[in-house]
Nanobody, 119 residues
Framework: QVQLVESGGGEVQAGGSLRLSCAAS????????MGWYRQAPGKQRELVAV???????SYAESMKGRLTISMNSDKNTVYLQMSGLKPEDAGVYYC?????????????WGQGTQVTVLS
């Protein structure tokens, strides 16, 4: 079983920055990609950014120029640095991983961490 543990959420003033971290653990053969989605109240979960290992970054157009995503493969950890945060960036941020394990390829989700942006 694979688990994702997120950290780094919280409250920030509009225009501020926040760094989220997510560590994967468990029976992982390989990590295909890791990243973040978010869900605001009353809205569907949406992509923030996903970084495939050895692939091209996918990210929300609304976050262009305001995010940096990186991965430490040795630690199976992904980091999301966000800056210039806006109230519309608020929501629950979910870590996502696409991994291979004993049961093959699958998607794993974290529990979510709340990001609040104060206007």
């Amino acid at each position: 079983q694979v688990q994702l543990v997120e950290s780094g959420g919280g409250e920030v003033q509009a225009g501020g920055s926040l760094r989220l971290s997510c560590a994967a653990s468990g029976n992982i053969f390989t990590i295909v990609g890791m990243g973040w989605y978010r869900q605001a109240p009353g809205k569907q979960r949406e992509l923030v950014a996903v970084l495939p290992v050895g692939g091209s970054l996918s990210y929300a157009e609304s976050m262009k120029g305001r995010l940096t995503i990186s991965m430490n493969s040795d630690k199976n950890t992904v980091y999301l640095q966000m800056s210039g945060l806006k109230p519309e960036d608020a929501g629950v941020y979910y870590c996502y991983a696409n991994v291979t394990g004993p049961d093959g390829l699958g998607d794993v989700w974290g529990q979510g961490t709340q990001v609040t942006v104060l206007s």
